[in-house]
């Protein structure tokens, strides 16, 4: 039986400047001030798409002094890249599944 993928997942993900976050987040760990400097964005919006991702369990939190280094969680990852991998499986024994019509 195939797992569904995790939608809510992908559309915390779809949001262009999150996904950038991400990225860079996967590699370094990096404080807010950091990431406003690597996107160009806004504190205010970088804290609230940070928010997001600390939420939907993508990113953790690491207090640092006066500073809050945000680190992403490679397991969440994985764990989407294994729903798409076993899609990408079922769809390549879908030519077989073929449905009669009516």
Do not use: W
């Amino acid at each position: 039986m195939m797992t569904s993928v995790d939608t809510d997942l992908i559309r915390v993900l779809a949001d262009p400047l999150r996904l950038r976050i991400v990225t860079l987040l996967a590699r370094e760990t990096l404080c807010t001030t950091h990431l406003v400097e690597e996107t160009g964005a806004r504190q205010t919006n970088l804290s609230n798409h940070l928010r997001v991702l600390r939420e939907a369990g993508v990113v953790e939190t690491e207090p640092c002094g006066r500073y809050t280094y945000y680190k992403l969680r490679p397991d969440v990852i994985a764990s989407l890249a294994g729903q798409f991998a076993e899609l990408a499986e079922s769809a390549r024994g879908a030519a077989e599944n073929k449905r009669a019509c009516p």
